[in-house]
């Protein structure tokens, strides 16, 4: 969260709420393109198919089709990344499904091509134990640039991996270069929170997919409940399911702090994208709501640490392709 967005503050620090356990880790992965690449409009899609093939060639050693079944499935570091098994019985009784250990920010949407010589950069956020993995993620893109990316398969070269050093401060270090081949990961110190706003105004930066009753939401049926319950229990499913040493969530105040929040002033709209699923052969329907709107209501205090840190943990379906994208912006309206 920028400077900014913390000068939002007009209210005592939050208090039913600690700072989320999760570890959180954020990369930012500069490519140089070696020959031209045609970004599809929104490449989150096509990022996540290419470095998921490269990692299970890279890691599978027993080159079965499929993960069902497989001795090494609860070990395997594709499996962990792209499959998330259940780590025990309890899990598996608990969460039909469980949410992947990261997620990738694309290039901004809209298509573009990008001839030889000039920089790409794909922003990559690992959650738990994931961070873990990251010398694989690596490799893994490493091999994805020998296979291509975009419709053409424009092939790129992994030139530099940097690392936030405190969350949200955006103060980005160098971790890995290629010329030297040496990773020196840092441990990313938690984001600083100031006290809890009296409102605050929320960007959705990509599109954002929320269900009630087996339906997504359009812009005219989203409220404060709907966003911020999600929230919820996607952070306790990833606590539950890559950490879980952490204290477990306490959902009791988070859910009474929700019924006092309220949406206001949204600015919405539906955004239809399609992509096209190489698994199941088909092209499918990605659509979900962009723009703007106000959170306010004495409930800000206790959920701002979960508001803050869901900027980067990204809500609703679909997030490891980077949909549900969103970031704290200062508005004057805020200060009232």
Same mark, same amino acid.
């Given at each position: 969260m920028s400077a900014a967005a913390c000068s939002l503050a007009t209210e005592p620090a939050p208090t039913a709420l600690a700072y989320p356990a999760l570890r959180l880790e954020r990369m930012r992965v500069v490519f140089q393109a070696l020959e031209p690449i045609r970004l599809p409009t929104y490449s989150g899609s096509a990022w996540r198919g290419l470095l998921g093939h490269s990692l299970r060639r890279s890691v599978c050693?027993?080159?079965?089709?499929?993960?069902d079944g497989c001795l090494l499935r609860?070990?395997?570091?594709?499996?962990?990344?792209?499959?998330?098994p259940p780590t025990s019985e309890q899990?598996?009784?608990?969460?039909?499904?469980?949410?992947?250990?990261?997620?990738?920010?694309?290039?901004?949407?809209?298509?573009?091509?990008?001839p030889p010589g000039e920089s790409l950069s794909l922003g990559l956020t690992l959650f738990g134990r994931a961070g873990d993995q990251l010398p694989y993620l690596i490799h893994a893109l490493q091999r994805a640039g020998?296979?291509?990316?975009?419709?053409?398969?424009?092939?790129?070269?992994?030139?530099?991996? *940097?690392?936030?050093?405190? $969350?949200? /401060? #955006?103060?980005?270090?160098?971790?890995?270069?290629?010329?030297?081949? @040496? !990773?020196?990961?840092?441990q990313t110190a938690a984001a600083t929170l100031g006290p809890a706003p009296s409102a605050?105004?929320?960007?959705?930066?990509?599109?954002?997919?929320?269900k009630r009753h087996?339906?997504? *939401?359009?812009?005219?049926? $989203?409220? /404060? #409940?709907?966003l911020l319950v999600t929230l919820v229990i996607r952070l306790? @499913? !990833?606590?539950?399911?890559?950490?879980?040493?952490?204290?477990?969530?306490?959902?009791t105040p988070l859910r009474k702090a929700i019924g006092q929040v309220r949406l206001e002033h949204a600015d919405l709209r539906w955004v239809d994208w399609t992509r096209y699923s190489s698994r199941q052969g088909t092209h499918m329907q990605l659509g979900g709501l962009l723009g703007r709107f106000r959170l306010r209501g004495p409930g800000l205090r206790t959920l701002w640490p979960l508001i803050v840190i869901g900027q980067w943990l990204h809500v609703g379906k679909n997030t490891s392709f980077g949909l549900g994208r969103y970031r704290l912006v200062p508005d004057q309206a805020t200060r009232d």
């Open positions: 050693v027993t080159r079965a089709p499929t993960c609860t070990h395997c570091v594709y499996s962990t990344l792209f499959e998330s899990t598996a009784r608990r969460y039909s499904a469980l949410p992947h250990p990261f997620v990738l920010e694309p290039p901004p949407a809209g298509q573009r091509e990008i020998e296979r291509g990316l975009g419709r053409e398969g424009g092939r790129f070269q992994l030139r530099q991996v *940097l690392q936030e050093a405190s $969350l949200g /401060a #955006e103060d980005w270090r160098s971790v890995f270069a290629a010329e030297q081949g @040496r !990773l020196e990961p840092l605050v105004l929320i960007q959705l930066q990509t599109p954002v997919r929320l087996g339906h997504y *939401l359009h812009p005219q049926q $989203l409220d /404060a #409940e709907a306790e @499913r !990833l606590l539950a399911r890559y950490q879980p040493e952490a204290e477990p969530l306490d959902q």
